[in-house]
């Protein structure tokens, strides 16, 4: 799934492909991660929450980042029927933040020296 506004990202993101968990206290949508940053991410999932819904997200990083679970709330950001939603976070612990940013920065391109 691929949503445009690439120009609107606070930080850079990762290809990532983990299940995750989205839910609000009346709905549960599991889904695929399939992108990552500090401030969002891309999930694809068969149902969607609506606009500006906040919802509590749980996954778990790949084994080789260190396989720290994450539990955040955010905000749906876009959203594409039956396709998925991308998502900002509104509320992600410190050190979960900071478990995002090694693995994104892990997963960047190396440049030769």
Do not use: Y
């Amino acid at each position: 799934m691929t949503m445009p506004q690439e120009e609107r990202r606070l930080s850079p993101r990762a290809k990532i492909v983990v299940r995750v968990e989205c839910k609000t206290t009346r709905k549960f949508v599991p889904g695929n991660l399939e992108n990552i940053g500090e401030h969002g991410m891309l999930v694809a999932a068969p149902e969607n929450f609506t606009l500006d819904e906040e919802v509590a997200i749980r996954f778990m990083l790949p084994a080789q980042s260190g396989g720290k679970v994450v539990e955040a709330s955010a905000r749906v950001q876009r959203s594409a029927e039956g396709r998925g939603m991308a998502f900002q976070f509104l509320k992600l612990p410190e050190k979960s933040r900071l478990a995002i940013a090694e693995f994104v920065a892990a997963q960047a391109p190396k440049n030769p020296a």
